[in-house]
């Protein structure tokens, strides 16, 4: 039977229904997705060597003889081992196989077979222990670069690259060519057939590489049209258009005056409103810049205008914070706030429902509830997402969806990401940057330090508290035993974990102190619960997982412990840092490590020389890559395959530049030659519903 790129995977040799299944969980139900599956790393297995010459240790191919019958044993239950003697014109080996019962019969007396492995001992006392062996005649994966996939349970490496061979020697010459003639001369691509087959099977290093650069290129290039074109159906939208009152009147409400920041990105929203077309802008700062005021801002013009703001956050203290924060400020002006979390329940809801679907209530501050069914606005004409990495591209259209007319987006982050980064991420939005602190908050002091500085930690929470500070501990683990899968040199090292570890605190260590826990396993009501006693000064100590990296404002709050700091990226534990120092006190952070590891602690001692959140972010960036900013796909930007958007900068930025210029060309990518191209966009968007229909 011939393949084409459609041929389901149930139609290759040797893929049965159980096999199917397991390759389904890997994404893979066709042919045109095993040539899709890039492989994550390769394996070479040129060198060959006779067995007199083959160096100690070091992996080669060895064309060998079976001198005679290979051996089984059964040493104890569950291990069994084949031994068999073989030979070339240079000397014998003895190769043993663990677990590999059938090759004593697969392993014929008098043939010759290519082994690959690494070999030990001299003289007559040659080994190999678990070679990879083909007949001479046949073979495969011996003599050449081998591609290693990512696996999942039930699919072996051998497997998928033998699938993946039949695949590319049928069909790698019916890949589409996508990316127009022209632009591959100028930008020294290779042709789509030539870079499938050397992604998977390269001849030579030189191959590989000039494979990789074309699927990088092509990935990154299809990206940036896929978000160029969002952001021009964007701009054609007929949007609000907002009157702009005098800005005095809003500065009237406030108990303090705006940075020079808060005001440029005032000034900036302020011309999305009156444009015409839905603002849709992205405004990032470090935490406590103040962005909760531009929110604000955006509220009390909206309800100037008649209109409504929705403003969603990640979680319910969060909401309930924001709403403490702007219902009396905005109450000043005469604009509604109310609250919608899943606590809100029975008449209440029934209440608020009504409200905002007779437009009596002007600002909703809430969680996901805002998504719920019921919600109806008489005249939906902004909303505001926090914490935007928390939501993906999906909810925040869910919500624009509930208004008439499209409403102006403000979208806010205290994550802070590298702007290269960002331009990318969110294409269809206007980045502003809040890049300066409210005056009178002082940097914190942050310091890396080992166990041996244990007792003179608790020394130092047990001083602070004496001052009527409070403190925070946190923890990576809720129970003892959880991992964290990390595979690090401090994989060894035991977590910390809250529960246990609170329990320690309170009756060994600071039995006089009164030490709260909260973590993601307790239910929302008794989270709260525990957050609004440590907020009301009722707590000295509260032991925690990273549920309070986004959390509730504590002024009194002046230190802040990272327990197995070693397993945070940078930026989370800057987003635990600003939990402290936001009051009028010197606040501190303490990160303490057990890891020997010299490259995990330089990491950490750079949150100890910087309070900067874009110069730490372009650190995390640059040793951790962008999975950290992001978690598993809720930024809700497409799954890339091949493409690093931190280590493929210089391709990102050349591919951001040829789009560029064929956009210009043919803005909506409707002309009959780029027909394949726009096609390809769309595939790459396609996890994400209606976004180009």
Known sequence: MSLTLKTGVEALPGVGPARAKALARLGLFTVSDLLGYYPRDYEDRRKSAAVAEAPEGVPVCLTLM?????????????????????????????????????????????????????????????????????????????????????????????????????????????????????????????????????????????????????????????????????????????????????????????????????RRVMAEMAADFSAGAPMNRLVQGDVGSGKTMLAAYGAWLAARNGYQCALMAPTELLAEQHFRTLAPLLAKAGVRVGLLTGAVKGKSRKELYAALETGTMDLVIGTHALLSEGVHFARLGLLVTDEQHRFGVAQRAALSAKAKTPPHVLVMSATPIPRTLALIIYGDLDVSVVDELPPGRSPVDTFVVGEDKRQRMYNFVRKLVGEGRQAYIVCPAVEEGESDGAENPSAAIPLKAAVTYAETLQTQVFPDLRVGLVHGKMKSKEKDAVMTAFAAGELDVLVSTTVIEVGVDVPNAALMIVENADRFGLSQLHQLRGRVGRGKHQSYCVLVTATRSQDSRERLRVLSKTNDGFKIAEEDLRLRGPGDFFGSRQH?????????????????????????????????????????????VRQLFSDHGDMFN
């Not at 046949?138 to 670069?145: H, Q």
């Not at 632009?183 to 499938?196: G, I, K, P």
């Not at 391709?651 to 530049?657: D, F, G, Y």
């Not at 803005?667 to 191209?677: D, I």
């Open 636 to 680: 809700g930007l497409p799954q890339l395959g091949i493409a690093d958007l931190a280590g493929d900068m210089r391709v990102l930025k050349e591919a951001q530049t040829a789009a560029e210029a064929l956009l210009r060309a043919d803005p909506g990518l409707t002309r009959p030659e780029h027909a394949r191209l726009l096609a390809r």
């Open 66 to 262: 079976v001198a005679e019958p290979p051996r089984l044993s059964r040493i104890r239950r569950g291990l069994e081992l084949v031994k068999v003697r073989l030979v070339d014109d240079t000397g014998s080996i003895t190769a043993t196989f663990f677990n590999q019962g059938y090759l004593k019969d697969a392993l014929r007396t008098g043939e010759t077979y290519v082994c690959f492995g690494g070999v030990e001992g001299q003289g007559n006392r040659r080994q190999m222990t678990n070679p990879v062996c083909e007949r001479a005649d046949k073979v495969r994966f011996t003599g050449r670069i081998l591609p290693v996939y990512a696996l999942t349970h039930g699919v072996s490496n051998n497997l998928l690259a033998g699938l993946t061979l039949r695949c590319v020697e049928e069909c790698a010459g019916q890949v589409e060519e996508s990316l127009p003639q022209d632009l591959r001369q100028e930008h020294n691509l290779a042709e789509a057939e030539f870079a499938v087959r050397n992604v998977h099977f390269p001849t030579d290093e030189e191959a590989l590489a000039v494979a990789r650069r074309r699927l990088i290129f092509e990935e990154l290039f299809y990206l940036t049209c896929g978000m160029a074109l969002l952001r021009t159906r964007r701009d054609k939208a007929a949007g609000l258009t907002f009157r702009l009152p005098p800005e005095e009147d809003f500065f009237k409400l406030l108990p303090f005056s705006l940075t020079g920041a808060q």
